[in-house]
């Protein structure tokens, strides 16, 4: 069921079910709303873990985002079944992904946000770690998201480094650079560098395992006149304490909302010149 979160935080981040939509006045303009998904059809990530009649770190720490920034409300479901619908969609204007597996969606309802609810104007798409590893055998999906999991050679205790290549897309300004943290780190297939644009990569050189392909971090993508974003970071629960991360996060979520300007428009280039130098840095450590 849906969890009104702005209403758990006040209350001590108590799970409570939201049957009805309520149209509240509000003197400044009214926040977007949010719909994250947070249910495990694979692995359970302790990031979306409930405990204790709680909401788990990553719901709680985006809840708290869009309260602290006023940007968003968020409503939390760990039941697809009954709030990923076409009649519930209206009420939102961001879905976000947190979550693994083939979820039980019904066919109509991803029809529905596929052709006609993502593509509208000032709706998005917003996929946090292991979105990628969500409907990774169904075309739809993958292709809309960019791309889908295929491994993580990279554990959560496992030290990276990643470059930023897009200094001044809101998603990505917030890492300057370049950022070295822990975290688990996915490579993907079916990826599709000419339908996205790449803001962040692993940057395998200044990484002790090498791999000879490129990894995307993070990027974002035009879906019709909607909007699309993929951020790979986030199964460590501490990820999700991370400044910097959640700034990301806001960030891309106002580009999705039109409050900020960023190109998506697509750099397959990059994409390969990340490639080869993969490659050379993967054979010059043999």
Not at 36 to 57: C, E, F, I, N, W
Not at 59 to 69: F, N, Q, V, W, Y
Not at 153 to 175: E, L, N, Q, R, Y
């Amino acid at each position: 069921m849906l969890a009104r979160l702005a209403a758990a935080i006040l209350i001590g981040l108590a799970i409570t079910t939201v049957s009805s939509y309520d149209v509240v006045a509000e003197d400044a303009v009214k926040p977007a709303r949010i719909l994250m998904v947070t249910q495990s059809a694979g692995y359970k990530h302790g990031s979306v873990s409930r405990k204790d009649g709680q909401l788990a770190p990553a719901e709680h720490a985006l809840t708290e985002l869009g309260i602290s920034s006023n940007v968003f409300r968020v409503d939390c479901t760990q039941d697809v079944a009954a709030d990923f619908t076409k009649e519930k969609l209206q009420h939102y204007d961001i879905v976000f992904f947190y979550t693994t597996g083939k979820l039980p969606i019904k066919e109509a309802d991803l029809d529905y946000f596929f052709k006609e609810w993502l593509p509208a104007k000032g709706h998005g798409f917003v996929g946090a770690h292991s979105a990628a590893d969500t409907f990774k055998d169904y075309e739809p999906y993958w292709d809309m998201i960019g791309g889908t999991f295929n491994g993580h050679p990279w554990g959560a205790g496992t030290t990276v480094t990643i470059a930023v290549h897009d200094k001044t897309h809101p998603a990505s300004k917030p890492w300057g650079d370049e950022v070295t943290l822990k975290d688990e780190i996915y490579q993907f297939k079916n990826w599709q560098p000419e339908k996205v644009r790449v803001l962040m990569s692993l940057d395998m050189a200044k990484t002790d395992l090498k791999k000879p392909y490129h990894i995307p971090i993070l990027w974002v993508k035009e879906y019709g006149k909607g909007k699309a974003m993929h951020m790979s970071l986030g199964h460590r629960e501490d990820v999700w304490t991370n400044e910097t991360y959640m700034a990301s996060l806001l960030g891309g979520i106002r580009w999705v909302l039109g409050q900020e300007s960023g190109d998506a428009t697509p750099n397959p280039k990059l994409s390969a010149t990340e490639e080869k130098k993969a490659k050379a840095a993967f054979e010059a450590a043999q």
